[in-house]
């Protein structure tokens, strides 16, 4: 069996949990597929960021090894609203 360092497992699941929070924003709200890269590029920043403000502040609630799921999961959906919009509406191709 092959051992995974801790550091190494939390950003595997990071990056799991972000891709999915970025798909599952897409089914929602549907789009191109410059649209699901921009939602996946959100997520995964998102999650970046709540995962350091969850580091910073300490918190200790919903944590997983060394992911903050909470603040990390809050950073993604707050930016994946952001995004959205930012990005405004799609035109419709004629």
Not at 78 to 88: E, F, Y
């Amino acid at each position: 069996m092959i051992s995974v360092p801790g550091s190494a497992s939390g950003l595997v699941l990071g990056f799991l949990l972000a891709s999915a929070y970025g798909a599952i924003f897409h089914l929602i709200y549907g789009g191109s597929v410059r649209r699901i890269l921009l939602y996946l590029a959100a997520a995964w920043v998102g999650f970046i960021i709540g995962q350091l403000v969850g580091d910073f502040l300490n918190l200790e609630w919903f944590k997983v090894g060394k992911v903050h799921l909470l603040s990390a999961s809050v950073g993604a959906w707050l930016l994946l609203l952001g995004a959205r919009w930012l990005a405004g509406q799609e035109s419709p191709r004629e």
